[in-house]
Each structure stands twice: as structure tokens, then as C-alpha cells.
């Protein structure tokens, strides 16, 4: 059964600084994974997906890499702002066995990430 | 944009009532999902539908059904609500499966039960 599982729980940078969100999965059948952040008491917003066949993908700040053989990806934010402060969850996509599995995720329990002025 | 809207944002029920969640979405995606999430559990499924009429059980049904009768509306209903039941409720869509797209959830929905 796969497993996703994101060390810390919880994060608190100065700004400015440059930081790395780990995500680990156990099996590495994956679709693609996925970077969501969360603000408190909202839904989910997608940050950046990778397909199991790419390495990493890049939005502004962000870079997401993939290792599908190690079952690991990270997601780095360069120069941290206050306004990064969020839950961040990776979620992987089981590789299809049907005719359907697309936003079947399994998602991590998230970071909480605190960027102080 | 794509817009993914649940209609009822916080609601207080009691124990036994029928409840139902709704969710419409505005880009004419194939699939659309329900998931709770709780505190220390995380996002679970709950079910999901990949055409109208069409449905899946996802990680925890029980004590949950859903309809799809038209494409950009899927909803939530629980037949007699229960306190284990008070959660986050997000509402999410996709194109159809197989294209990798991404998905898109919306703000959620408080449930309390009493």
C-alpha cells in the first residue's frame, strides 16, 4: 500500500532564506506527484506537477524534483517570503490501472512552513 | 480560472440528519472527487466519479453516497450524520484521466456534528 509521508511536520524560517520540503513514497509505481499548498481553513492550490517520466519542474520560486527510484522528491523555494507561510503537501497519482485514476492522490500529512519577517 | 465552488462553507447538523455537500465546477472536467481531511489522518477519498452517473468508492465510503447527475455537479450526502463525521469536506475535479492534469479542489466545507 503506498505510503506518503513529508519530514518536518512543522518549519519556521527567517526570511530570506532558502529551504527544502522533503516528500518520501514507498512504492514507486507513481502516475505523477504533486505539490499542493494549503492556507489555513481553505482548500488546496497546485503548486507544480511532475510526471513520472520528468525530473523537476520549476514555477518562479519553486523547484520540484523527482526520484522515482529512491521514492523521494523535494520541493525548494528560494529567497522565503512571509507570504509562503502555509501547509504544503505533496500527493502522489497511482499509476493508472484502469481507465481511470487521474486525481486518485494519496497525500502526504503536509509541512507547515512559517516564514518570519 | 478554473473554478471549483462548494456552496456551504460551515454547517452545523445534528446526529441522524441527512446532509447533503455540494460542489459545481466550471471547466467541464470528466472527473470529480470528494475527500475529508482531519487532523493528523490528513486528505482521505472518500469517493470519486469519472462521468455523469458514474461512481467510485475511494479510501472510506462508509456512511457516505454521491450523486452525479449532470457533469459539473457532484455532491456529498450523508445519509444519517454522525459526530465522527464532523470534518473538512474538499470538493475537487480533473480532465479526464491518463493526461497527468492537474487538479483542482475548492475551499472546502466545515462540518459540525452535534
Known amino acids: 500500500k503506498q505510503e506518503v509521508t513529508q519530514i518536518p511536520a512543522a518549519l519556521s524560517v527567517p526570511e530570506g532564506e532558502n529551504l527544502v520540503l522533503n516528500c518520501s513514497f514507498t512504492d514507486s509505481a507513481i502516475y505523477n506527484l504533486q505539490w499542493f499548498r494549503q492556507d489555513p481553513g481553505k482548500g488546496l492550490t497546485s503548486l507544480l506537477l511532475i510526471q513520472s517520466s520528468q525530473r523537476e519542474q520549476t514555477s518562479g520560486r519553486l523547484n520540484a524534483s523527482l526520484d522515482k527510484s529512491s521514492g523521494r522528491s523535494t520541493l525548494y523555494i528560494a529567497a522565503s517570503q512571509p507570504g509562503d507561510s502555509a501547509t504544503y503537501l505533496c500527493a502522489v497519482s497511482p499509476s493508472p490501472s484502469g481507465y481511470n485514476q487521474g486525481g486518485k492522490l494519496i497525500f502526504g500529512q503536509g509541512t507547515e512552513l512559517s516564514v518570519k519577517p | 480560472d478554473v473554478k471549483v465552488t462548494q456552496s456551504s462553507r460551515y454547517l452545523v447538523k445534528r446526529t441522524g440528519e441527512k446532509v447533503f455537500l455540494e460542489c459545481v465546477q466550471d471547466m467541464d472536467h470528466e472527473n470529480m472527487f470528494w475527500y475529508r481531511q482531519d487532523p493528523g489522518l490528513g486528505l482521505r477519498l472518500i469517493y470519486f466519479?469519472?462521468?455523469?452517473?458514474?461512481?467510485e468508492k475511494g479510501d472510506i465510503p462508509e456512511g457516505y453516497s454521491v450523486s452525479r447527475e449532470k457533469k459539473e455537479r457532484f455532491s456529498l450526502i450523508l445519509e444519517s450524520a454522525s459526530t465522527n463525521q464532523t470534518s473538512m469536506y474538499l470538493c475537487?475535479?480533473?480532465?479526464?484521466?491518463?493526461?497527468?492534469?492537474?487538479?483542482?479542489f475548492g475551499e472546502g466545507s466545515w462540518l459540525t456534528v452535534v
Open positions: 475537487a475535479s480533473s480532465l479526464f484521466a491518463g493526461s497527468g492534469n492537474t487538479i483542482y
Open positions: 466519479s469519472y462521468d455523469v452517473k458514474m461512481k
